[in-house]
């Protein structure tokens, strides 16, 4: 059952297609993320589920109501902004409790509610502070506890965890989940941050110029990208383009990739190998080592093959015994060959 | 020259345009707790000018006037003022542009031209002179100045908190009250302040629009001077300067005038 | 679709926009038009008088000199008393914005900014008496030079124009000191490290950055400096008529109210003849 589901949307910014004929479902209970370059419309589709963005066409239901004609305040929805929002001139509790004192709850259903929503997100000593007097991490967990308390039909979360430094980035999305998955509300978020929503989707949708590219369960779209922009948008890929032959794809330097249907072809870095000697792989095609470049545990190579960059991904123990330069092998297993349908 | 001779001749330089700008203020305000009628030296210090000025019923009731159409003109003023603002500032409509460059025509265009046109007008409609002409004509004037004040205010509030508050289930009315007033309140302050001094110090158009007789302070300082001057003109003037001064170091407080916040 | 939410946000801006617009044009802008409408008028039209469209009133303009004569005279006295504002201000707010630093700073823009915000009226008298014959300055003046001098300087031109100057220096120094404070101090480091001197700095650099802010302060004194009368009368006296103070009297003591209206027509013309010259600078000098 999809808790959120909009049909054909369509939102222009003068010449702009903000929102490109979009048309998506976002199953109940689920942790969504919505990914995309900047200008991709990412935004616009949240804020156009919140309300705050009316589309010039197309259908926008929740829990199987439709809400086109229904004002952001009544729609049922909680929002997590990518700069919190918090109301500077409340405390942390008189924030939390803003939404259920629009809606006329009872002083003690208030307190009760508040303090379990602080509780949850690991805050109830902090109540009588005031917002500039947190941390960045602690903000972070105020607009959770305000946008949940009201226990809203869904919850829509804006580059949540982009105001944050790596690390404390980390801990949140793991707090993030822990959260998400123990009140089990449906959740719609936004991010540039790839790795971001490969950790904790459970779905993912991929936009491009207003449009859907692609959606479904994160390793389904990273193993099978199935278009260029998928491939290399989301984490590393390398594209050979090449014509199509009985026995695969034949490169411009006369390598055949075989078992490739497609025109183009694309690997990604950490699949690659290399090799000074000629490897027994049934993909494989001979360029020159240009860079080798320490990462710790893990090491980057950049190859030069006719002119392009080649990147590979290895432990770094692998690429030690390689020369500094001079050429190589790299090859491939035929299932890592990933056919490109656009 | 070296930099720090430079520095002292400019401090020096600032000192003098200070002495310009106070020096007749302070001659006259002297001049109020001087003995002589004719304004002659030697100094011999008097209160009688501000004794008799709390006789002159005259003075008293147009000073009272003036108080109470200040403070009626404030209030119009601040709440029309700031309705306006937030809705310029919350809503996108086509002409908003226009409705903004609207606001500058009763700034920027001398009284004497305002005045007299509202004259005209009011007398064409039948309204005549009068107070309720002179507070039609001050909130005209205030506004502008309330929703410049109250828009600068806002500029500095962040969107998003009105779209939380929204997101919260709040209606506009709801997150008007509880988000964005709190954060407009040092802007609403000093616009209302700004408004109470246009009107209280308010001549031009109220020497056109006022009825003789029943003048505001201003009017009659002037009408009075023109037929000569007493120390008791001295005495009010240094009060009206020392409460609009002291009314624009509030605002001054309040809209964030040395850049602090 | 979505047009419920759109509609009731424009209702609610119409409601918030409506009661200030309708003030503002009831007391403002239908005056202005019916102004435009007197001027063109032989006699005010209430009080059952006789009256009919005319161009009289600007054919009086335009025949004799004397009003012509009178409109040069206000707009000299415009240009001088903007160029000494300038030319005295700008200065003192360069003084302030990179010479003063800290708190003493704000204190004395303050200070500077004050006498702007209180009574112009109470202001211009308190000239009248520093400045009337053997007033306050005749005699600091005579304590200090050995020689005996009489300034009377009381209804003079010059009287005019220093009342008018202490009116509407703040002005010029305010809107000269937002401009110059904007000016980033690293540009001027720059300039010198490249070995400019003072004097190619001023005219190359703080100058054309801070012209917006100089002409904003310029025309904001211009303009009410041309439609006083006020100042003129009190301190001018005889000498003080000006094109403002003729207007003055066509509605308070000549009682001519269309010839007043088309007087006052006239100068608005001028007035928003030179808003619209300089109001893509005045734009600019908001940012």
């Given at each position: 059952?999809?808790?959120?589901?909009?049909?054909?949307?369509?939102?222009?910014?003068?010449?702009?297609?903000?929102?490109?004929?979009?048309?998506?479902?976002?199953?109940?209970?689920?942790?969504?993320?919505?990914?995309?370059?900047?200008?991709?419309?990412?935004?616009?589709?949240?804020?156009?589920i919140?309300?705050?963005?009316?589309?010039?066409?197309?259908?926008?239901?929740?829990?199987?109501e439709?809400?086109?004609?229904?004002?952001?305040e009544?729609?049922?929805?909680?929002?997590?902004?990518?700069?919190?929002?918090?109301?500077p001139?409340?405390?942390?509790?008189?924030?939390?409790?803003?939404g259920?004192?629009?809606?006329?709850?009872?002083?003690?259903?208030?307190?009760r509610?508040?303090?379990?929503?602080?509780?949850?997100v690991?805050?109830?000593?902090?109540?009588?502070?005031?917002?500039?007097?947190?941390?960045?991490?602690?903000?972070?967990?105020?607009?959770?506890?305000?946008?949940?308390?009201?226990?809203?039909?869904?919850?829509?979360l804006?580059?949540?965890?982009?105001?944050?430094?790596?690390?404390?980035?980390?801990?949140?999305?793991?707090?993030?989940?822990?959260?998400?998955?123990?009140?089990?509300?449906?959740?719609?978020?936004v991010?540039?941050?790839?790795?971001?929503?490969?950790?904790?989707?459970?779905?993912?949708?991929?936009?491009?110029?207003?449009?859907?590219?692609?959606?479904?369960?994160?390793?389904?779209?990273?193993?099978?990208?199935?278009?260029?922009?998928?491939?290399?948008?989301?984490?590393?890929?390398?594209?050979?383009?090449?014509?199509?032959?009985?026995?695969?794809?034949?490169?411009?330097?006369?390598?055949?990739?075989?078992?490739?249907?497609?025109?183009?072809?694309?690997?990604?870095?950490?699949?690659l190998?290399?090799?000074?000697?000629?490897?027994?792989?049934?993909?494989?095609?001979?360029?020159?080592?240009?860079?080798?470049?320490?990462?710790?545990?893990?090491?980057?190579?950049?190859?030069?093959?006719?002119?392009?960059?080649?990147?590979?991904?290895?432990?770094?123990a692998?690429?030690?015994?390689?020369?500094?330069?001079?050429?190589?092998?790299?090859?491939?297993?035929?299932?890592?060959?990933?056919?490109?349908?656009? | 020259?070296?930099?720090?001779?430079?520095?002292?001749?400019?401090?020096?330089?600032?000192?003098?345009?200070?002495?310009?700008?106070?020096?007749?203020?302070?001659?006259?305000?002297?001049?109020?707790f001087?003995?002589?009628?004719?304004?002659?030296?030697?100094?011999?210090?008097?209160?009688?000018?501000?004794?008799?000025?709390?006789?002159?019923r005259?003075?008293?009731?147009?000073?009272?006037?003036?108080?109470?159409?200040?403070?009626?003109?404030?209030?119009?003023?601040?709440?029309l003022?700031?309705?306006?603002?937030?809705?310029?500032?919350?809503?996108?409509?086509?002409?908003?542009?226009?409705?903004?460059?609207?606001?500058?025509?009763?700034?920027?265009?001398?009284?004497?031209?305002?005045?007299?046109?509202?004259?005209?007008?009011?007398?064409?409609?039948?309204?005549?002179?009068?107070?309720?002409?002179?507070?039609?004509?001050?909130?005209?004037?205030?506004l502008?100045?309330?929703?410049?004040?109250?828009?600068?205010?806002?500029?500095?509030?962040?969107?998003?908190?009105?779209?939380?508050?929204?997101?919260?289930?709040?209606?506009?009315?709801?997150i008007?009250?509880?988000?964005?007033?709190?954060?407009?309140?040092?802007?609403?302050?000093?616009?209302?302040?700004?408004?109470?001094?246009?009107?209280?110090?308010?001549?031009?158009?109220?020497?056109?629009?006022?009825?003789?007789?029943?003048?505001?302070?201003?009017?009659?300082?002037?009408?009075s001077?023109?037929?000569?001057?007493?120390?008791?003109?001295?005495?009010?003037?240094?009060?009206?300067i020392?409460?609009?001064?002291?009314?624009?170091?509030?605002?001054?407080?309040?809209?964030?005038?040395?850049?602090?916040? | 679709?979505?047009?419920?939410?759109?509609?009731?946000?424009?209702?609610?801006?119409?409601?918030?926009?409506?009661?200030?617009?309708?003030?503002?044009?009831v007391?403002v802008?239908?005056?202005l038009?019916?102004?435009?409408?007197f001027?063109?008028?032989?006699?005010?039209?209430?009080?059952?008088?006789?009256?009919?469209?005319?161009?009289?009133?600007?054919?009086?303009?335009?025949?004799?000199?004397t009003?012509?004569?009178?409109?040069?005279?206000?707009?000299?006295?415009?240009?001088?008393?903007?160029?000494?504002?300038?030319?005295?201000?700008?200065?003192?707010?360069?003084?302030?914005?990179?010479?003063?630093?800290?708190?003493?700073?704000?204190?004395?823009?303050?200070?500077?900014?004050?006498?702007?915000?209180?009574?112009?009226?109470?202001?211009?008298?308190?000239?009248?008496?520093?400045?009337?014959?053997?007033?306050?300055?005749?005699r600091?003046?005579?304590?200090?030079?050995?020689?005996?001098?009489?300034?009377?300087?009381?209804?003079?031109?010059?009287?005019?124009?220093i009342?008018?100057?202490?009116?509407?220096?703040?002005?010029?120094?305010?809107?000269?000191?937002?401009?110059?404070?904007?000016?980033?101090?690293?540009?001027?480091?720059?300039?010198?490290?490249?070995?400019?001197?003072?004097?190619?700095?001023?005219?190359?650099?703080?100058?054309?950055?801070?012209?917006?802010?100089?002409?904003?302060?310029?025309?904001?004194?211009?303009?009410?400096?041309?439609?006083?009368?006020?100042?003129?009368?009190?301190?001018?006296?005889?000498?003080?008529?000006?094109?403002?103070?003729?207007?003055?009297?066509?509605?308070?003591?000549?009682?001519?109210?269309?010839?007043?209206?088309?007087?006052?027509?006239?100068?608005?013309?001028?007035v928003?003849?030179?808003?619209?010259?300089?109001?893509?600078?005045?734009?600019?000098?908001?940012?």
């Amino acid at each position: 059952m999809a808790m959120v589901r909009v049909e054909h949307l369509v939102k222009t910014y003068g010449a702009a297609r903000a929102l490109d004929d979009v048309t998506l479902e976002f199953p109940d209970g689920g942790f969504f993320g919505l990914l995309g370059p900047s200008g991709s419309g990412k935004t616009t589709l949240l804020r156009a589920i919140a309300g705050f963005v009316l589309p010039e066409t197309g259908r926008v239901f929740i829990d199987d109501e439709p809400v086109e004609n229904v004002p952001v305040e009544k729609r049922g929805i909680g929002m997590v902004f990518q700069n919190y929002a918090l109301f500077p001139n409340m405390t942390v509790a008189e924030n939390v409790a803003f939404g259920l004192a629009v809606r006329k709850v009872t002083e003690a259903e208030k307190k009760r509610r508040v303090a379990e929503a602080l509780e949850l997100v690991q805050l109830a000593a902090f109540g009588a502070r005031k917002p500039h007097q947190l941390s960045g991490g602690q903000r972070q967990r105020v607009a959770m506890a305000r946008a949940i308390v009201t226990q809203p039909r869904v919850l829509l979360l804006d580059e949540p965890l982009s105001a944050l430094d790596k690390a404390l980035r980390v801990d949140m999305q793991i707090e993030l989940k822990r959260i998400q998955r123990e009140i089990g509300i449906t959740t719609i978020f936004v991010t540039h941050d790839q790795e971001e929503a490969l950790t904790l989707s459970d779905r993912i949708g991929i936009l491009k110029d207003g449009r859907l590219i692609r959606h479904g369960p994160p390793r389904e779209v990273y193993d099978d990208p199935q278009d260029s922009f998928t491939a290399t948008f989301l984490g590393d890929a390398r594209i050979f383009s090449g014509t199509v032959e009985a026995g695969g794809l034949r490169l411009a330097d006369g390598t055949l990739v075989p078992g490739v249907r497609t025109p183009t072809v694309a690997v990604r870095p950490e699949n690659l190998h290399l090799s000074v000697a000629e490897p027994d792989l049934p993909c494989r095609l001979q360029a020159r080592l240009g860079q080798k470049i320490f990462g710790g545990a893990l090491g980057t190579c950049l190859l030069d093959w006719r002119g392009e960059v080649i990147k590979v991904l290895g432990r770094d123990a692998d690429f030690r015994d390689l020369p500094e330069s001079g050429p190589v092998w790299v090859g491939w297993r035929p299932e890592h060959s990933i056919q490109m349908s656009g | 020259m070296s930099n720090a001779f430079l520095a002292h001749l400019g401090r020096a330089y600032v000192g003098l345009i200070l002495f310009f700008l106070y020096a007749p203020i302070l001659v006259m305000a002297a001049m109020s707790f001087n003995a002589s009628e004719f304004y002659q030296l030697p100094f011999s210090f008097t209160t009688d000018w501000y004794a008799k000025l709390a006789g002159n019923r005259e003075i008293l009731s147009a000073a009272w006037r003036s108080v109470w159409i200040a403070v009626i003109v404030t209030a119009i003023a601040t709440s029309l003022g700031t309705a306006a603002s937030i809705a310029l500032f919350r809503y996108d409509f086509p002409g908003k542009r226009v409705l903004q460059v609207l606001l500058f025509p009763p700034i920027a265009i001398p009284w004497l031209i305002t005045g007299t046109a509202m004259l005209i007008f009011f007398f064409g409609i039948g309204l005549g002179r009068g107070t309720p002409a002179v507070i039609l004509g001050h909130v005209a004037l205030a506004l502008p100045y309330v929703i410049v004040v109250v828009s600068a205010r806002l500029t500095s509030f962040d969107r998003t908190l009105e779209e939380a508050a929204r997101s919260l289930g709040a209606s506009p009315w709801q997150i008007t009250r509880a988000v964005t007033v709190p954060w407009i309140l040092p802007g609403i302050i000093a616009g209302g302040l700004f408004a109470f001094a246009v009107s209280f110090d308010q001549f031009v158009v109220s020497y056109f629009l006022s009825e003789p007789g029943d003048s505001t302070l201003p009017v009659l300082i002037y009408t009075s001077i023109r037929k000569g001057f007493t120390p008791e003109i001295n005495a009010i003037s240094t009060i009206i300067i020392a409460v609009s001064m002291g009314i624009m170091l509030l605002a001054a407080r309040y809209s964030n005038f040395g850049g602090e916040r | 679709m979505a047009t419920t939410i759109a509609g009731q946000d424009r209702l609610r801006a119409v409601t918030l926009l409506s009661p200030a617009y309708l003030w503002l044009t009831v007391a403002v802008f239908l005056p202005l038009s019916a102004m435009a409408f007197f001027s063109f008028l032989s006699d005010v039209p209430f009080g059952g008088r006789d009256w009919h469209v005319t161009l009289d009133n600007y054919r009086a303009f335009f025949e004799t000199t004397t009003y012509a004569t009178l409109l040069w005279k206000s707009l000299k006295l415009g240009l001088i008393v903007t160029a000494v504002s300038v030319i005295v201000g700008f200065p003192c707010a360069w003084v302030l914005a990179k010479v003063v630093k800290g708190r003493s700073r704000e204190a004395l823009f303050l200070l500077v900014i004050l006498p702007f915000w209180s009574n112009s009226l109470v202001r211009i008298f308190s000239w009248a008496i520093v400045l009337r014959g053997n007033g306050v300055l005749d005699r600091a003046v005579n304590a200090v030079l050995p020689w005996d001098v009489k300034l009377n300087l009381m209804f003079s031109p010059t009287a005019i124009v220093i009342g008018l100057v202490h009116s509407y220096l703040p002005y010029v120094i305010l809107t000269s000191y937002l401009a110059l404070q904007a000016i980033d101090d690293s540009l001027i480091e720059a300039a010198r490290s490249l070995g400019a001197k003072r004097r190619t700095i001023l005219w190359r650099l703080i100058l054309p950055l801070s012209a917006p802010g100089i002409i904003a302060g310029a025309v904001l004194i211009f303009v009410p400096v041309v439609g006083s009368f006020m100042e003129p009368r009190l301190l001018g006296g005889r000498l003080g008529t000006y094109y403002g103070t003729v207007i003055e009297d066509q509605f308070v003591a000549v009682f001519n109210w269309p010839l007043g209206a088309a007087l006052s027509f006239i100068l608005l013309a001028v007035v928003l003849a030179i808003l619209a010259a300089a109001s893509p600078i005045l734009k600019r000098a908001r940012t």
